[in-house]
């Protein structure tokens, strides 16, 4: 019978060849058209710039990826990526605030983390700081949104007024208050949210692809998605840098906070196939690192991510729930493959600081200045490798 199977299911294609090559390329086609209708409609584009305040050092990326590549095994000198956003209206916000400058003033759970984990941070200067240096008053920033709660993106809010409201994703409150003093253990200080409005965003009332969002302004010019996985209430932004007529060829800079922490945890893919042969040195997750590394080789065209998010068993992984930051991140990836009109900025992509211009730049003609382009495949010069 199984013989019989193979040899009607083989006559039926040579029969149905044609029928089934045109279902083919209309099934393409309809998942383009579905990709390209997942960016939010609107006629306004919001002013954005990117920040780097910090880099950090000394953090094993198998906390975060695996397999353990050769070259990569720590994160060094990464960037500490926030944003600034101008909305037409002159509403100022920005996304995620970097690293404070006295690292050593966290809560007192969260200070001997870093020490136990041999982390280092390296602050040039925090972010309203520089924002002042180039005319930007703090008091004239509407809302500092956390993309979410970890040491490295939420800066210090003493710095800012408290007519400065603080925006954080769904479950946050539950999860995190009281902070410290009230709560020894915190990682969090309560003169971060203390005196100021705290809105937590938990009613997103659209969709981006698949992921809920909430429209910030209510224009479709800045969307919010809720991107949990790798802590509670983790949002990434998702924001229209230029217009064109009929919105077809809109851009977007869609900000990622820590839904990945490498660029090979996105690339390669479907959308972009690996441009060349490259060979690599690996550990796979379920060995130790005194086995030794493997060899293993990529073909050109290989189109599956090189890394994914680490599922250790132990907890180690720096993501709370790994399922859930893997579908997150899949659903990002839908709007990544369209890099001709989205920009992927993670918050630590070492590889992006030869390619972007920082502030007091914008960044909204990146797709002219061919950032897309060039930052491709710039992460793969981080990892040592023989093409």
Known sequence: MRSGYSTNLAA??????????????ETCSHNHQMTSSCLPQGETAVKVAILCNAKLSGIPMSRFA??????LEILRDCPSFSFY?????????LFDVGVRKDVSNLSPSLKQRIVDGGWTASVISEVPEILENYGISRQSIECVIWSHWHWDHIGD????????????????????????????DSPLLETDYQGR?????????????????????????????????HAVGHLAGLARTTTSSGGTDDTFILMGGDCCHHMAMLRPSIAYPLPCEISLSTIPASTKATDGFNRVDYGKGHSKQLLEISDY???ESAALDVQQAKRSL??????????????????????????????????NDWKRKDWGRKARWAFLDEIQMTF
Request: proline share 8%; no cysteine; aromatic share 8%.
């Open 12 to 25: 039926y294609i040579a029969e149905n060849v044609g029928t089934l090559v045109k279902f083919a390329l």
């Open 66 to 71: 695996s397999p353990s590549i050769r070259g």
């Open 85 to 93: 956003l101008e909305h037409p209206s002159g509403r100022r916000v």
């Open 157 to 184: 809010m003493s710095k800012f007024p408290n007519s400065t409201s603080l925006v954080t994703g769904p479950g946050f409150s539950s999860a995190l208050l009281p902070s410290f003093p009230s709560r020894i």
């Open 197 to 229: 409005i705290l809105r937590e965003i938990a009613d997103f009332e659209t969709r981006v692809g698949d992921l809920p969002a909430h429209d910030f302004f209510g224009d479709g010019s800045f969307q919010l998605l809720s991107t949990p996985g």
């Open 313 to 315: 068993p132990n907890g």
């Open 330 to 363: 899949d659903e990002l990836r839908l709007l990544e493959a369209q890099e001709e009109r989205v920009l992927f900025v993670i918050a630590h992509d070492k590889s992006l600081l030869d390619v972007v211009e920082l502030f007091p730049n914008l960044a």
